[in-house]
Protein backbone atom coordinates (compact mmCIF):
# COMPACT_ATOMS: atom_id res chain seq x y z
CA UNK A 1 0.00 0.00 0.00
CA UNK A 2 1.72 3.21 -1.01
CA UNK A 3 2.15 6.03 1.60
CA UNK A 4 -0.29 8.46 1.96
CA UNK A 5 1.34 11.81 0.71
CA UNK A 6 2.98 13.76 3.71
CA UNK A 7 1.41 17.22 3.28
CA UNK A 8 2.68 20.16 2.06
CA UNK A 9 4.73 22.37 4.24
CA UNK A 10 3.37 25.51 5.51
CA UNK A 11 4.56 28.77 3.90
CA UNK A 12 7.06 30.40 5.83
CA UNK A 13 5.26 32.89 8.48
CA UNK A 14 8.02 35.63 8.19
CA UNK A 15 7.27 35.63 4.39
CA UNK A 16 3.40 36.11 5.10
CA UNK A 17 3.99 38.70 7.40
CA UNK A 18 6.08 40.63 4.41
CA UNK A 19 3.37 40.10 2.03
CA UNK A 20 0.81 41.14 4.28
CA UNK A 21 2.58 44.28 5.43
CA UNK A 22 3.49 45.18 1.73
CA UNK A 23 -0.06 44.74 0.85
CA UNK A 24 -1.30 47.05 3.40
CA UNK A 25 1.36 49.52 2.45
CA UNK A 26 0.15 49.41 -1.05
CA UNK A 27 -3.63 49.83 -0.22
CA UNK A 28 -2.70 52.81 2.05
CA UNK A 29 -0.35 54.29 -0.11
CA UNK A 30 1.91 54.64 3.05
CA UNK A 31 4.21 53.86 5.62
CA UNK A 32 1.86 53.79 8.49
CA UNK A 33 1.31 50.36 9.43
CA UNK A 34 0.97 48.62 12.85
CA UNK A 35 1.91 44.89 14.05
CA UNK A 36 -1.70 44.33 14.80
CA UNK A 37 -2.38 45.06 11.36
CA UNK A 38 0.09 42.39 9.81
CA UNK A 39 -0.71 39.56 12.16
CA UNK A 40 -4.59 40.26 11.46
CA UNK A 41 -4.38 40.50 7.23
CA UNK A 42 -1.56 37.67 7.43
CA UNK A 43 -4.11 35.38 9.90
CA UNK A 44 -0.90 34.86 12.20
CA UNK A 45 -0.55 35.54 15.83
CA UNK A 46 1.09 39.09 16.55
CA UNK A 47 3.64 37.42 18.85
CA UNK A 48 5.11 36.05 15.35
CA UNK A 49 5.71 39.75 13.98
CA UNK A 50 7.91 40.43 17.18
CA UNK A 51 9.56 36.94 16.66
CA UNK A 52 10.88 37.55 13.11
CA UNK A 53 11.40 41.25 13.33
CA UNK A 54 11.41 42.67 17.14
CA UNK A 55 9.48 45.68 16.16
CA UNK A 56 7.53 47.71 13.47
CA UNK A 57 11.01 48.99 12.12
CA UNK A 58 12.42 46.00 11.92
CA UNK A 59 9.60 44.79 9.54
CA UNK A 60 10.12 48.10 7.32
CA UNK A 61 13.47 47.54 7.15
CA UNK A 62 13.09 43.88 5.86
CA UNK A 63 10.41 44.62 3.86
CA UNK A 64 12.40 47.08 2.01
CA UNK A 65 15.44 44.49 1.99
CA UNK A 66 12.67 42.11 0.14
CA UNK A 67 11.57 44.68 -2.23
CA UNK A 68 15.41 45.82 -3.40
CA UNK A 69 16.91 42.67 -3.59
CA UNK A 70 15.74 41.96 -7.15
CA UNK A 71 16.55 45.22 -8.16
CA UNK A 72 20.06 45.02 -6.85
CA UNK A 73 20.78 41.48 -8.66
CA UNK A 74 19.45 43.19 -11.29
CA UNK A 75 21.83 46.37 -11.81
CA UNK A 76 24.61 44.13 -11.12
CA UNK A 77 23.59 41.96 -13.53
CA UNK A 78 23.54 45.23 -15.72
CA UNK A 79 26.90 45.92 -15.05
CA UNK A 80 28.33 42.87 -16.84
CA UNK A 81 26.20 43.08 -19.57
CA UNK A 82 28.25 43.63 -23.01
CA UNK A 83 25.80 47.25 -24.05
CA UNK A 84 27.59 50.74 -24.10
CA UNK A 85 27.51 52.71 -21.33
CA UNK A 86 25.31 54.98 -22.34
CA UNK A 87 22.59 51.96 -22.48
CA UNK A 88 23.05 50.77 -19.19
CA UNK A 89 22.35 54.53 -18.32
CA UNK A 90 19.49 54.25 -19.94
CA UNK A 91 18.14 50.74 -18.48
CA UNK A 92 19.84 51.94 -14.67
CA UNK A 93 17.27 54.90 -14.23
CA UNK A 94 13.99 53.41 -16.15
CA UNK A 95 15.22 50.43 -13.25
CA UNK A 96 14.75 52.40 -10.45
CA UNK A 97 11.40 54.42 -11.38
CA UNK A 98 9.87 50.83 -12.50
CA UNK A 99 11.20 49.66 -8.89
CA UNK A 100 9.17 52.41 -7.01
CA UNK A 101 6.19 51.95 -9.38
CA UNK A 102 6.26 47.99 -8.72
CA UNK A 103 6.43 49.13 -4.07
CA UNK A 104 4.87 52.38 -4.35
CA UNK A 105 5.30 52.55 -0.75
CA UNK A 106 9.36 51.60 -0.75
CA UNK A 107 10.82 55.30 -1.31
CA UNK A 108 9.12 56.54 1.27
CA UNK A 109 9.88 53.64 3.19
CA UNK A 110 13.67 54.39 2.14
CA UNK A 111 13.43 57.98 3.57
CA UNK A 112 11.63 57.04 6.75
CA UNK A 113 14.07 54.46 7.56
CA UNK A 114 17.19 56.62 6.66
CA UNK A 115 16.22 59.24 9.45
CA UNK A 116 15.50 56.95 12.22
CA UNK A 117 16.93 57.69 15.23
CA UNK A 118 18.23 54.27 15.79
CA UNK A 119 21.77 54.45 14.23
CA UNK A 120 21.66 50.07 14.26
CA UNK A 121 18.52 50.99 11.42
CA UNK A 122 20.04 53.69 9.26
CA UNK A 123 23.92 51.19 9.05
CA UNK A 124 22.11 48.52 8.02
CA UNK A 125 20.02 50.26 5.11
CA UNK A 126 23.15 51.63 3.61
CA UNK A 127 24.83 48.49 3.71
CA UNK A 128 22.80 46.30 2.45
CA UNK A 129 20.89 49.03 0.05
CA UNK A 130 22.73 51.82 -0.53
CA UNK A 131 26.18 51.30 -0.35
CA UNK A 132 25.50 48.36 -2.98
CA UNK A 133 23.55 50.70 -5.11
CA UNK A 134 26.42 53.81 -5.70
CA UNK A 135 29.16 51.22 -5.87
CA UNK A 136 27.71 49.75 -8.89
CA UNK A 137 26.76 53.16 -10.51
CA UNK A 138 30.08 54.06 -10.18
CA UNK A 139 31.72 51.27 -11.87
CA UNK A 140 28.83 51.89 -14.57
CA UNK A 141 30.59 55.69 -14.49
CA UNK A 142 34.12 54.22 -14.97
CA UNK A 143 33.32 52.33 -17.83
CA UNK A 144 31.79 55.04 -19.63
CA UNK A 145 34.99 57.05 -19.09
CA UNK A 146 36.94 54.11 -19.81
CA UNK A 147 35.26 53.49 -23.17
CA UNK A 148 35.81 57.90 -23.86
CA UNK A 149 31.80 58.45 -24.01
CA UNK A 150 31.73 59.63 -20.34
CA UNK A 151 33.30 62.62 -18.70
CA UNK A 152 34.61 61.94 -15.39
CA UNK A 153 31.48 62.95 -12.90
CA UNK A 154 31.47 62.50 -9.19
CA UNK A 155 29.37 59.16 -8.10
CA UNK A 156 28.20 61.02 -5.22
CA UNK A 157 26.61 63.75 -7.46
CA UNK A 158 25.36 61.11 -9.88
CA UNK A 159 23.63 59.14 -6.73
CA UNK A 160 22.22 62.01 -5.39
CA UNK A 161 20.55 63.53 -9.10
CA UNK A 162 19.27 60.24 -10.32
CA UNK A 163 18.17 58.80 -7.26
CA UNK A 164 16.53 62.35 -6.38
CA UNK A 165 14.74 62.78 -9.71
CA UNK A 166 13.61 59.24 -9.67
CA UNK A 167 11.93 59.38 -5.81
CA UNK A 168 10.68 62.54 -6.56
CA UNK A 169 8.60 61.75 -8.94
CA UNK A 170 6.45 59.40 -6.53
CA UNK A 171 7.19 61.53 -3.17
CA UNK A 172 5.57 64.33 -4.75
CA UNK A 173 2.96 62.51 -6.74
CA UNK A 174 0.31 64.24 -3.98
CA UNK A 175 1.35 67.53 -4.91
CA UNK A 176 1.14 67.12 -9.00
CA UNK A 177 -2.43 67.22 -8.33
CA UNK A 178 -2.48 70.54 -7.20
CA UNK A 179 0.33 71.72 -9.44
CA UNK A 180 -0.84 70.74 -12.91
CA UNK A 181 -4.12 68.75 -12.18
CA UNK A 182 -2.55 65.10 -12.31
CA UNK A 183 -5.26 63.40 -10.64
CA UNK A 184 -3.23 59.74 -11.31
CA UNK A 185 -0.02 59.15 -12.30
CA UNK A 186 0.01 56.67 -15.51
CA UNK A 187 1.88 54.53 -16.89
CA UNK A 188 2.45 56.64 -19.83
CA UNK A 189 3.38 59.69 -17.58
CA UNK A 190 5.58 57.52 -16.07
CA UNK A 191 7.78 56.17 -19.05
CA UNK A 192 7.79 60.08 -20.53
CA UNK A 193 9.21 61.12 -17.04
CA UNK A 194 11.69 58.19 -16.88
CA UNK A 195 12.94 59.34 -20.69
CA UNK A 196 13.51 63.00 -19.54
CA UNK A 197 16.11 62.05 -16.59
CA UNK A 198 17.33 59.16 -18.80
CA UNK A 199 18.24 62.17 -21.83
CA UNK A 200 19.09 64.45 -18.70
CA UNK A 201 21.46 62.13 -17.10
CA UNK A 202 23.47 61.20 -20.54
CA UNK A 203 23.84 64.81 -21.96
CA UNK A 204 25.47 65.46 -18.46
CA UNK A 205 27.56 62.49 -18.74
CA UNK A 206 28.82 63.10 -22.09
CA UNK A 207 32.11 64.57 -23.11
CA UNK A 208 31.28 68.01 -24.64
Known amino acids: MNAEPSPRP ?33 NLNAALVKYHFRNKEGLLLALVRRDAEVALAQLNSLVEM ?54 AQAELLRQGVEAGVFREVAPMHFYLSITGACDQ ?12 GV ?8 EAY ?14 Q
Open 183 to 190: LEVSDGMR
Open 194 to 207: AEFVVDMAIKALRK
Open 169 to 180: FFYSAKSLKYAF
Open 82 to 135: PLTPEQKIRIHVSGIINTYARHPYLNRLLHELLESKDEAVVRELNAFFVKPLVT
Open 10 to 42: RRNSAAQLLDAASQILAERNSTEVSLSDVAAAS
